[in-house]
């Protein structure tokens, strides 16, 4: 039967549509992911935010699962993955929670085994990526009797709700019907364990896997999830080529990059306008660092977290260069593929080794002993795999000969190989093995009311001297110092150096990527509610950003209720954060503003910390809570000083009132809850 014109019309038409629709897919789906984590090579199938089908059709039987902020969870997940597919032949894939939708979750094939590692923050909450899955096991999870799972949570004893999410998620997929298929273990930051609980949890699940579900085993051997190659036809001078930028829109320049959104995958490179030092001290020093959002759409509220981008200094990378033999092949430009479908690349290619070492690997931390022993095999030597081998093995003298040294990757390996370089290393394990810059977060110290096109940090410089003449040094902190330094000037010499102009000198005349995060640390609704503000050290930083609000609301014609602050440093004529600041901020608020200092060091017999301060003012501080609704605002150290501050409110609820000391704790936890007392803590 022929067809009529009318006909053939309305096929071609569907035909050209149908085209236009796969090809729309091909062409589209790509650019939306080109960003930080670029997803090119590795669109088979991964387009869908369906987790059930995203496993099916790339086969896959073991689904590891990450709710990571600063990505220790994650580089556990990707580690575990590969050991999991070496030794037992599971198709493993690794996925971020934010990169799927989880109401299909529970028609999971029973066949695949679900691993969670879960870490906690704030007041015992998920991480931001792992929020909607939460929300999911809580509200909408109905049966999950086909999942079969494990959970290792990640958390830090310092903090009140330890684990808390970890220890959620095992007990909500119980209760769902889950089946556990390994016993649920967690590791704790605080006590310096968290590799060597991992690896214990680790063990215990492979014993599961070998004895209950009688998974055969192999010998550990090291698989790559992606292939490196080396480009000759491509230079440093080729545009294409990523020197380290923040991420492909960076690289190609041409498209709009003032506009937002600006979060972890796209940050906006802002200038710093002006830096200064805090501190008069010979041997410490925190600066005050501004940067202005300038064309830019970014917005940020007072109390919100600032994240700044790392790059690592001159003289790490020079070891890492030489410790590898990679330093005549630093402006060597590679290219990555993914080997497996779900394997997202972590940084934009085609790249050199430089820019790959300076800007996206974290080489100068401290070095996990797994990994000490999955590098092992490649070992310039037999005598130096064998000391190696033996080291990792060794919990106690791994932590004598390692950790307490303060080695970083390359001081570790090429002290064991008394200097030969390990250049046996596939630069794909590197890629794999060593973690990942992550930014770092600075509590914003300035008010967006008064400044709205500026955010102000105050940052304490990380560094030590080691006694045999190593320097210790954080990789943000010093970054700053450095532009602080040179943007004053000054004659000072920094203890390690940075390539300040960035790649392409796109980062010339003092700029760095950042981006802002939202934080629940907010100045309460009503202006004429009374605050109680305590943060000693950097601790002070978003506290000078609530004043600093206050004083505009102020200016404004508003009624400002009360604000105590209590502030401690050592001495109150070297770290004094914004000593010349306060009593202007006083001139404006007048007897509504307080400030109680605590100088830890300055009486030699008498050690004065805040809490202190805090139980001096003992009556009336109950009666700013009892009668006025006044909200407290902790902020700076969690491991001791959040702590040791909350047991003096309690001992204050306790003593004013009248009450037992239990009554009190639980009624500070109540607080927390209606969001009266809140921590910045870190
Ligand atoms: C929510 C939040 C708010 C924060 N607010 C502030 C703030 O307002 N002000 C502030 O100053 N900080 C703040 N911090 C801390 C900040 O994010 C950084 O952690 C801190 O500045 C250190 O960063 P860095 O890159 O300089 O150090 P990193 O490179 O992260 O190093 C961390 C530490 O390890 C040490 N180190 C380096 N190499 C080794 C090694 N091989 N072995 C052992 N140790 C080593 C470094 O000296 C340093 O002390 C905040 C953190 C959070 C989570
Ligand atoms: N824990 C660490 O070893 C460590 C190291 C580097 C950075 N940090 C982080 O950096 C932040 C602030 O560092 P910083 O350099 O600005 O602070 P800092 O200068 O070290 O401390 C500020 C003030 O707090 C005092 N302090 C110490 N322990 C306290 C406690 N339990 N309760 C109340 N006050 C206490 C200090 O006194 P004294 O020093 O005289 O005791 C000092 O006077 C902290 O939040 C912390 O997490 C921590
Ligand atoms: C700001 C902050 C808040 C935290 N809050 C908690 C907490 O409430 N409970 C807890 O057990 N651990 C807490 N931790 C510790 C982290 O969960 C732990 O360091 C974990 O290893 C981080 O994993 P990640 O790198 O994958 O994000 C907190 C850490 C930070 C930096
Ligand atoms: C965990 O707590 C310890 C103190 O016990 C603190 O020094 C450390 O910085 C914390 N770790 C993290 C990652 O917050
Ligand atoms: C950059 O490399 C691409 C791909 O090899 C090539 O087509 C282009 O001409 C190069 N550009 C320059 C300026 O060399
Ligand atoms: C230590 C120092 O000299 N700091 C100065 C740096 O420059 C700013 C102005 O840009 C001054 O305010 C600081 O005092």
Not at 119 to 143: M, Q, V
């Amino acid at each position: 039967m022929a067809l009529d014109s009318l006909d053939l019309y309305v096929v071609v038409v569907l035909a050209v549509a149908v085209a236009a629709y796969y090809l729309k897919d091909q062409f589209f789906a790509k650019s939306e992911t080109s960003g930080f984590l670029s997803n090119d090579a590795a669109s088979g199938g991964i387009n869908s935010r369906n987790i059930v089908e995203v496993l099916a059709k790339n086969n896959k039987n073991a689904l590891l699962l990450f709710g990571s902020q600063t990505g220790t969870a994650e580089d556990y997940c990707n580690k575990m993955s590969r050991e999991l597919s070496s030794r037992f032949g599971l198709k493993t894939m690794v996925a971020d929670f934010a990169d799927y939708d989880w109401d299909k979750f529970e028609e999971i094939n029973e066949e695949t085994l679900v691993f969670f590692l879960m870490a906690t923050y704030g007041e015992g909450e998920p991480t931001d990526n792992a929020i909607d899955f939460i929300e999911y096991l809580d509200n909408e999870a109905d049966s999950l009797s086909r999942v079969r799972f494990t959970v290792f949570g990640l958390g830090n004893s310092t903090y009140e709700f330890y684990n808390a999410i970890g220890r959620k998620v095992d007990q909500k997929l119980e209760e769902k019907g889950a089946e556990r298929f390994a016993e649920y273990g967690e590791g704790d930051d605080g006590k310096g364990s968290l590799d060597e609980d991992f690896l214990t949890w680790k063990d215990g699940v492979f014993d599961s896997l070998r004895n209950n579900l009688n998974l055969d085993e192999k010998e550990l051997k090291y698989e790559p999830s992606v292939k490196l190659t080396e480009r000759d036809d491509l230079s440093i001078d080729n545009e294409s080529v990523s020197l380290g930028e923040p991420n492909k829109k960076h690289i190609a320049g041409s498209v709009e990059l003032t506009k937002g959104p600006f979060d972890h995958t796209h940050p906006y490179i802002a200038t710093i306008t002006h830096s200064k030092e805090l501190f008069k001290s010979k041997d410490r020093s925190c600066v005050h660092v501004e940067f202005d959002l300038g064309e830019s759409n970014l917005k940020y509220s007072t109390g919100d977290h600032l994240a700044v981008w790392p790059q690592n200094c001159n003289e790490n990378i020079e070891q890492f260069l030489k410790a590898f033999d990679l330093t005549s092949k630093r402006d060597t430009v590679y290219d990555l593929k993914a080997l497996d479908s779900t394997f997202q690349l972590p940084f934009a290619t085609p790249i050199t080794y430089e820019a790959t070492v300076r800007h996206h690997l974290e080489i100068s931390g401290a070095i996990s002993r797994q990994f000490f022993l999955s590098i092992a095999a490649f070992a310039p030597d037999e005598e130096t795999k064998a000391k190696v081998t033996s080291l990792a093995n060794d919990k106690t003298k791994f932590a004598e000969a390692v950790t307490h040294q303060k080695y970083n990757i390359a001081d570790a390996l090429l002290k064991i190989s008394n200097g030969k370089p390990w250049r046996n290393v596939p630069f794909e394990f590197l890629i794999e093995n060593v973690q990942h810059l992550t930014p770092r977060y600075y509590s914003i110290s300035s008010s967006s009311l008064c400044e709205k096109t500026k955010i102000d940090i105050t940052a304490v410089v990380e560094s030590e001297v080691e006694s045999d003449g190593r320097v210790i040094t954080g990789v943000v902190t010093n970054l700053l110092k450095n532009i602080e330094l040179q943007q004053n000037k000054s004659s000072a010499k920094p203890l390690v150096s940075y390539d300040l102009d960035g790649p392409r000198n796109k980062f010339s005349k003092f700029k760095l990527p950042v981006h802002v995060r939202r934080s629940t640390f907010k100045l309460p609704t009503s202006t004429k509610t009374p605050i109680i503000l305590v943060g000693p050290g950097t601790g002070v930083a978003p506290l000078r950003g609530f004043i600093r609000e206050r004083v505009q609301q102020a200016k404004n014609g508003m009624n400002v209720g009360p604000s105590l602050l209590f502030y401690g440093c050592r001495n109150e004529n070297e770290d004094y954060l914004y000593r010349d600041e306060w009593p202007e901020y006083a001139k404006t608020l007048g007897s509504n503003f307080e400030i109680s200092c605590a100088f830890s060091r300055q009486d030699p017999n008498k050690k004065v910390y805040v809490q202190h301060k805090i139980l001096e003012q003992a009556h009336k501080i109950n009666k700013l809570l009892q009668d006025e609704g006044a909200i407290i605002y902790v902020c700076g150290d969690a491991a001791h000083m959040a702590r040791d501050v909350q047991a003096s409110f309690a001992k204050i609820i306790a003593e004013e009132r009248g009450v037992a000391l239990e009554k009190a704790n639980e009624l500070i936890r109540s607080l927390k809850v209606q969001n009266r007392y809140q921590e910045d803590v870190w």
